[in-house]
């Protein structure tokens, strides 16, 4: 069989069989790690192709640059008091796993810090574009959402310093180099927009696409992966809406939902050929299951503690946010990588971080009998409705006569 047709009959595969499968409430991204991992058991090392490289990475900087521009620090704003509480006991949740990892799970401290990040990170654009389907009230979607930004730039920052404390120095020219960054990508967007933009209309998406790539290159090769960059040049972006409105507009971020939709599944496919078959051992499987029981049940447990000691909620409603709160696959993926690539982490515990990601990713699809996916274009069409409604709700009074 010729490589076209391989690549043509992997992307009809990964593309539609997922989709298909989505109606037995199994979210698409896991079925596409399991043919990524099914490959590696049939070809091994060979599975490893670099189109499938290059596409994954795609992917997850283009999920992470659309979770950057999704960002809306007004609503943050609006929840600062009771998102700060928050924080402050995911530090401390962050904090204690590292801790009894580095001293109980034979782990060097940056290893354990990972650990800790792998296991307690929402994934933000996971959940983010799986609400609507998952029938919560406005004001639980409100807490979701924001919650789950919140502990993303909180494991952003963590795993910049998780990640370069090691050398001090090297931590230093980094920051130095992140900082020019972060200052350099809204002059670059200007330049761009004043330079370019008025001679080719309709570029601002792929200005965009190419400035996150750029940026998302940037923290990778400062040692820190992809996603970071991405998400910082999706938030600059975002901040620049009132001086580039077109930007970030409804028709580039629709468009953007497009490119994410297409890569994304490239890059479960790809985490699943490059899994170990190590990983894929008796001995993972419990230690996966036993992380499940305890870490899982103690997550969804602090975020109900929240919910009913700060709002007085419902045992359900806080059920409902916490459960939602609970998929951890996207963060878990990389992270598990990353701990594999650069601290050598038995295969074991790889293998286990995969099984608990799956587990915990699966249980809001049966919980909420909806299946989660990692789609950005899901909302496009349940959006405008949603809008539509809101806004007649706040035009009716002005209709009715006095």
Known sequence: ??????????????????????????????????????????????????????????????????????????????????????????????????????????????????????LLTPSTGFIMESLSRLGLSDAERFWVSSKAIAGELLALAALFVVLQAGDPGHMALSSLALVAMMVGLPLLFIALGRW?????????????????????????????????????????????????????????????????????????????????????SFEALGLGVLLTLVVLPLRIALVWLQRRAMFGESFRSSLRVSLALSPTLVFTL????????????????????????ALNTLLPSLVFRAPLDVDPLQNEGEAAPAVAEATVVAEAPAARPE
Do not use: K
């Not at 109606?23 to 490893?48: E, H, K, N, Y």
């Open 334 to 357: 990389v992270l598990a990588g990353i701990m594999r690539e650069r601290f050598e982490v038995p295969a074991v515990l790889y293998g286990a971080l995969l099984l608990y990601a």
């Open 196 to 280: 370019v933009v008025p001679h080719a209309p309709g570029s601002e998406f792929s200005l965009l696409v190419m400035v996150g790539l750029l940026a998302a290159y940037i923290t990778y090769a400062l040692g820190v992966y992809y996603l970071v960059g991405a998400f910082i040049a999706g938030l600059v972006a975002r901040l620049l809406q009132q001086r580039m409105p077109l930007l970030a507009s409804h028709e580039n971020l629709h468009a953007l939902r497009l490119f994410a939709s297409f890569f994304v599944p490239f890059y479960f496919f790809g985490s699943g050929t490059h899994v170990p078959g190590e990983a894929l």
């Open 1 to 118: 069989m010729s490589r076209e047709l391989v690549y043509l009959s992997l992307i009809f595969a990964l593309l539609v069989i997922p989709r298909a499968l989505q109606r037995f409430s199994v979210p698409a991204p896991l079925t596409c790690l399991a043919f990524g991992i099914g490959v590696m058991l049939w070809l091994g090392d060979g599975a490893q192709d670099p189109v499938v490289g290059l596409l994954s990475t795609l992917g997850i900087s283009s999920l992470f640059l659309f979770a950057g521009l999704d960002v809306d620090l007004q609503d943050l704003r609006r929840g600062m008091w009771p998102l700060l509480v928050h924080l402050l006991i995911r530090v401390a949740t962050l904090a204690g796993v590292a801790w009894l990892a580095w001293h109980y799970a034979g782990l060097s401290w940056q290893a354990a810090g990972l650990l800790a990040l792998a």
